[in-house]
């Protein structure tokens, strides 16, 4: 298995209030992924990142922010949550290609549930 | 747009019988394309991918994709199904540039002893 962990877990919120949520990787890959997954529209992509510093919107990103200041790390911030913002939010890796592609399989973390009451 | 489609939500099938998963992707380009599969409460575990060359590709656990080009479809497929198959697929298509991926709903497949 990838070596990706997510923290926390799980958590419980209120709305207005601030959420950071981390992914952590172990393997040195260069991309990283937010995905958020909801009953009937699978996994859309939040924001990635393709490097240190890069980082670019993906399908469903507003109300979202994201950091990457180590390759290790990908944050994702809700600055200030909302009961729509309730989902069970994944990260994802992947390396950079070989063979004419930049980029590789993407391997997932094993998720986190948040609850936004 | 981009989009990928997987028509049923819910298959239900005998342990032991075949199972067939539809997907169907609408792209500008022809994509990668993967399924992944998630047993409840957890991740998403990589069951195969197709990225070129030969259009029937294999997998982990016994499971086969086929790639059709006309036909804008990835369906997967397994010869006989286990009790330990119970789980929700999922169908993605990948850009080779950015490795963004565009998700099917998902189908949950329940097997019946």
């Known amino acids: 298995d990838a070596g990706i962990t997510q923290s926390p877990r799980h958590k419980v919120t209120e709305t207005g209030t601030p959420v950071t949520l981390r992914c952590h990787q172990t393997?040195?890959?260069?991309?990283m992924y937010w995905y958020r997954q909801d009953p009937g529209h699978g996994l859309r992509l939040i924001h990635y990142?393709?490097?240190?510093?890069?980082?670019d919107k993906g399908e469903v990103s507003d109300g979202y922010s994201v950091s990457r200041s180590k390759t290790e790390d990908f944050l994702l911030t809700l600055e200030s949550a909302t009961s729509s913002q309730t989902s069970v939010y994944f990260c994802?890796?992947?390396?950079?290609?070989?063979?004419?592609?930049?980029?590789?399989?993407?391997?997932f973390g094993p998720g986190t549930r948040l609850l936004v009451l | 747009a981009q989009s990928v489609t997987q028509p049923d939500i819910h298959i239900t099938v005998s342990e032991g019988a075949s199972l067939e998963l539809r997907c169907n992707y609408s792209?500008?380009?022809?994509?990668?394309l993967f399924w992944y599969v998630q047993s409840p409460g957890q991740g998403l575990q990589l069951l195969l991918k197709y990225f070129s060359g030969d259009t029937l590709v294999q997998g982990i656990k016994g499971f086969e994709a086929e790639f059709k080009r006309s036909q804008s479809s990835f369906n997967l497929r397994k010869p006989s199904v286990h009790w330990s198959d119970a789980a929700e697929y999922f169908c993605a298509a990948g850009s080779s540039n950015t490795g963004k991926l565009i998700f099917g709903q998902g189908t949950t497949l329940q097997v019946k002893p």
């Open positions: 792209y500008g380009a022809t994509p990668y």
């Open positions: 393997e040195n890959h260069r991309y």
């Open positions: 990142s393709y490097g240190v510093k890069d980082t």
């Open positions: 994802a890796i992947s390396e950079s290609g070989t063979s004419g592609r930049n980029v590789e399989t993407q391997y």
